[in-house]
């Protein structure tokens, strides 16, 4: 135990300051994607994975906590003092804690390690004070109490209830997926939220200090004059007794320069239920409720407010939740967005009590009839106008929709959120195909609540999209471009610096930016803030650096700023951006996970000339998909000012140019179904196709539904991968089947395993189906037994979209690709792994070990591909007994070959974990970046394992345990939350490997050179190999670089210069043996003759060229063409053969006609009299042969130099000179 040091403060607010309280303090929880090292900051904005009133803080249960490791909670709450007096507060846990009163640290019991406790003092006055508990757990227990020693007493209680409180019925929004601290070098706009106003605005408040309107609608007189409606109680934690209802004010001297001094308010309406858009048209009033538009007409009572008239009515089903988004118009109809009914705690009601809810309607302006447009929504806050008169809405987060979005309405379309009604039926357009959004707005890092969008109508951002976020804050900007005919784009932050969550947009007659907001108790509101506000941000003239849009082009993307990029950013652009792409799998639960998520490598970067526009070309994108892109400052403009905010989220719908790899069709995840009744997506069970399966077919009345596809009316297989294990009955269990509303006789689906649910097996029935879109449904109704997990459906005749994967020789698939291949694996421990759609398996959660059953293993060369997309952690297991469902035993008993780039020597990439580390230089050069596929081979032979990486052996270990051999089984580690690891082409060759290369020598004749280092004839190069293996050796050359050649017989080479001979040789068990290397310089080819005095004939080889050059004549830019000359070549030869020869002697750009440093890409060919033309190289080219003696022979020697229009050419003169040589070898 650690005592504290004394503080004393005084109290910081009055019971009567307070908002209505209950007994007990707000627990929130944030599940971390991977293991923390003590409490930290976590980055703003972010919704708890829980949120849930606790009576006190005496916690030891994860169903407590919420988590079950590597998570921070905090605690918040009014403590009241009752009497003043020192107080000392005892806090323990396992792990870290610290604790806060008034802001003042009071008990600091933070980092990672066992249950501790410690102590602090304070001197507190009467009053009430706000206490803030940090708490962080990583692995094992999880502990957290709060007790304290009150003035004159002399032990330690838990903090009562009675003195702790917290504000009474409020919203406890939660959202599922990893929650982030903040970086090192996260700042405001780089990493985390915006925190002031955008330097292009000046900030104005308008709002009289007296007037705090919860804004949910605005627009504004002919006169000028501002019209806003207000939200009434939202009681967006259900419904509340006695709700205040909207009202309408008109506020005069909003517009211009002004103050909120000058502001008036006037209250013109109330009574409303409700109102969430506003219309002036005509000098008629349009306010949409919950159940109607209305129109406000002249006061005829005197009570100086407006009379209400229903013009239209839709059905509303009475829960809280049922609001009418809007109001926009056109010449001819309102719009409206329809929200669902939701439970307390946001998710969807099912069945839905109204009728068609979640929907966009329009509203006849003539007839006031009510019709349907679109359907899918959720929470659709805000409907607009956009880009070319398109209608756009953002919804947010919940069921079905797994993140923020922004989506374009049109007649008949379909976003994906499914509804059942209370009397039968669906939505109205659940049974079309789903609309992709315009743009996702990733939860807690862009989005949270997004409101309205407005269309930015002038300025450097004109045609772009702006809109507030209730509880994000602030504002967000869109910028949108059409790709293959329908619009997708980035999302940007834009500005914060406001009092209020941003409800309400809307630009004013005068050009500026006008927000109102909201927000509510609990977390549903921008934290810190208040709950009512209005403001206007008037554009000032300047103009802050910034991206301005994000172009997707083909393989990457065109980013341009606001100012010229300056030098420092340029010289480090192609290191300056960190790209990561994921996508979403939208699901009945609320919320969801990123899917797939990857880092992404830039291939390179160019900045334009006026250094405004960045291109980036990036590898591996992959439509669908969600890009997100960060430039970490520093990163300033030419006039020194930084970046306002480096990150975009692009919606990466459609890639031009992107070919997509052919895989069949008619394979549908049972997570991505519709699911109703309790049915809902898990991951525990391993072996899995997709992100998971469904379970929850325990309760009665679940349901499944999957949208299936057939390409003509008929009788299809249809297959279904499941899991039928005890429950505890091990009998085959029957499910009620549906196929377009029609029942069918139950499928029963067979046992697949009498001991657990990690069993997964295929069932297949013929169903016929009609062309297009089919409805196949399963239910757990009475009479069946439920009680089943689902995979996968799988329509036609193969059950698998995966083929198996290649194999080399001798080498088997442990996991190739295909379920069936992966069935022979079993997790030990928590976690799972789950077959993903590029045929690999990704590890989720643990720690836990996936393990290959039928066999083990003692010689073998085990292989397998890996790959990692951030700062993850897994494993290979070799060597280890039968773990069942232990992972620790191939801890404790097996070893371990890391993949891990952030940790200590031992626990590194290639380590063998824990007990000897790899050869770090190796490993650095050989591993492939972040996003990219590594691969192990991991030899095994006898007592030592080698690591092989790449193809770099990294790892040589000799086991010294006698009891610890490397017999045993196989494992992959799943090794925790957020430690993402890919597997695929899992193979092994078992028995004695060759592995040792051979080796190769080699004899030149001559054997040396002369005394100046060269050689004055032709040398020979005689090879010969050698193995410690019987078998055919395969030996390979090659001459100056050229293609590798197989060897049959000693290689000579006889030109003028340097000769440069690589080789090779290759045994039976394809090890291939290190490269040899001679290089011999030949000086001259020299021709010899005997010559005596008898009058014999001299040994004569002449030639000579007509001419001091040949022209080929002027090379013209951007024309195919070929270009040629000739030379005449007189040669003189009493030898009885020989031969003329060109070669160009030079041993850079070989070839190639050069001027200054710059080549032509294309060879200079030559030829003579009829001969075919050749490409000139090092190597002699025989130009013509004779056979007898010739004297004074002419021999035409023709040049062609190619030049195609896209070759590069330099201003100035192109030449090379050219060795002309008559030799002979039979004098």
Known sequence: MVTGALGAFAGSAVAQDLPPQEPGVTMRTYQFPSAPNGTCTLKSGQTPNVDKLMQTIDWTQTSEFGAIDNFQTEVLANLTIATAGEYTFRLTSDDGSVLWLDGNEVVNNDGMHSSTTKEGAATLTAGVKKLLIKYVDGVNEQILKLEWKTPGSSSFVVVPSSVLSTEASVVRVVAPGSKYCEGATDTAGDGLRLDTVNPNYDLTDIRPTAFQPKVSGMDFLPDGRMVMTTTGDVSSGGWVPNPESSEVYVLDHVQGATTKDQVTYTKVAGGLKNAMGIQIIDGRWYVSEREGLTELTPDENGDGLREHKRLASWPNGGNFHEFAFGLIHDDDYFYVARSVAINNGGATTDPQPGVTPGTAIKIDRKTWQVSTVAGGLRTPNGIGFGPEGGIFVNDNQGAWLPANKMVQIKQGRFFNHYTNFAGGGRGPFDDQPVTQPVLWMPHNEIANSPSNPVLIKDGEFKGQMLWGDVTYGGLQRGFLEKVDGEFQGAVFRHSAGLEVGVNRTIIGPDGAIYVGGTGEGGNWGEDSKLRYGLQKLTPNGKNVFDMKTMEVIEGGFKIIY?????????????????????????????????????????????????????????????????????????????????????????????????????????????????????????TEHSGYSGSGFVGGFSNTNASMTFQVTADADGTFPVNVRYANGPNPSTKDKSVALYVNNVKQPNWVFPTTSTTDWKAWAFSTKSLALTKGVNQIKFVFESGTDGNVNFDALKLGESKDICAPATLEPGYVGLFDGTLESLTKWRLAGPGSFGRVDDCSIKSVGGLGLNWYTPKQFTNYSLKLDWKLNDDSNGGVFVGFPNPNNDPWVAVDNGYEIQMDETDDLVHLTGSIYGIQGADRAKVLTALKPLGQWNTYELLVQGDNIKVILNDVVVNDYTVTNAARDLAGYIGLQNHGDGDNVWYRNIRIKEGLIDNVKPTITSTLDPATPGADGTYDRAVTLTLAAQDDKPGTIGIEYRVNGGAWTAYTSPVTVSAKGEHVIEYRATDAAGNVSEIGTKTVTIKATTSQTNHDLVGSVPATLAVSLSGGQSSLGTFIPGVDRDYTASTIATVTSTAGEAALTVVDPGTTNVGKLVNGTHALPQPLQVKAATGAFAALSGSPLTLKSFADPVSGSEVTVDFKQPVAKTDGLRTGQYSKTLTFTLSTTTP
């Open 562 to 682: 606001t100012q010229p990029v300056g030098d420092a950013a340029v010289a480090k652009l192609a290191n300056a951006y960190k790209f990561k792409q994921w996508r979403y799998i939208p699901t009945s639960q609320y919320g969801g996970p990123k899917v797939d998520e990857e880092s992404l490598l830039v291939k390179d970067a160019s900045i334009s000339e006026d250094k405004k526009t960045v291109t980036i070309h990036v590898d591996g994108l992959k439509p669908g998909r969600v890009v997100h892109v960060r430039s970490q400052r520093p990163f300033a403009s030419a006039t020194g000012e930084e970046l306002w905010n480096t990150e975009a989220w692009y919606t990466l719908n459609s890639l031009p140019g992107y070919t997509a790899t052919p895989t069949q069709t008619g394979y549908y995840e049972a997570e991505e179904a519709v699911l109703a009744g309790g049915a809902s997506v898990a």
